[in-house]
């Protein structure tokens, strides 16, 4: 059942005296471009031009064809609609217009029947550099193109399956999944012929976490494996302290999709997660980060 609002808000999160409480929201939305304002465009104009000469190198060849073929540029913020046409011809999904966060399991049904939701609202010039939240154009710029390589566009869908299963196993499989979503979706690295390339989208949208992940010392830089990521706490504060690397979009395919997750969940019951920085024995290790500047705490 999807809810239609008429007039969308703009749903952020609120400072109260105990800190930040997320505001989630169901609600789907038209996109409504003509009340973007000459400021808004601009603000996509230049996380856009900033952002695509900062990924050149780094980010992996599938986004920006994926970019390219949807017709994304610095010229304005992109319509739905056009976006909508070439998406959905290409590989089934569609985006849907939302006013912020969802709650976990409306986003796993979106998820489940091809419905990527995107913000519709992009963030303030004094959020150019950080926004704690998703906005018009993590979601757009940063997961979409990726929407458009066969291979990944399941990945998705079987992840929003994914989740709804797990919601019927209870928290901890939630717990599971959702490591899994941060580790891969969100800020992932694929090893390629030319070296370590960026695929998540929390990397692709932030100036900062470009050059890290693939640059800094600091982090660790680990192969994929899907049983160790999810029991691998993750930072919401700050850069990762620890990147997954796989080897191609196939292999995250396989790994997760195939198992179907509930052995997975069977064998990692009541064990106790990894820290985030955590190195293993059994770990591949592509860089083993030097830790400068890792905070010691409130891994979530
Ligand atoms: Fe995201």
Known sequence: MIEQASTPNRVEHQMTDKGYVPV????????????????????????FERQMALLQGRACDEFFEGLNALNMSADAIPKFSEINQILKAATGWTLIGVEGLLPELT?????????????????????????????????????VPLLMLPVFAD???????????????????????????????????????????????GIQSSKGESIYSLESEAPNRIG????RVMRSRYRIDTYQKTYYVIDSFEQLFRATVDPDFGPIYYRLKGASAHPAGAVLESDKVFHRGSGEGWPEDADA
């Not at 989630?24 to 939305?29: L, Q, S």
């Not at 996109?31 to 230049?46: L, V």
């Not at 994929?224 to 049983?227: K, S």
């Open 24 to 47: 989630y929201t169901t609600a789907v939305v038209e996109q409504p471009w003509e009340s973007y304002s000459a400021e808004d465009h601009r603000t996509w104009a230049t996380l």
């Open 107 to 143: 986003f796993f049904e979106h998820l489940a029947a091809r419905r990527f939701p995107v913000t519709w609202w992009i963030r303030r010039p004094d959020q150019i550099d950080y926004i704690s939240e998703p906005d018009l154009f993590h979601d757009l710029f940063g997961h």
């Open 155 to 201: 990945y998705m869908q079987a992840y929003g399956e994914g989740g709804l299963k797990a919601a019927r196993y209870g928290d901890e499989p939630l717990t599971e999944l959702t490591r899994l979503y941060w580790y891969t979706v969100e800020f992932g690295l694929i090893n390629t012929p030319d070296g370590l390339r960026i695929y998540g989208a």
């Open 224 to 227: 994929f494996d899907v049983e």
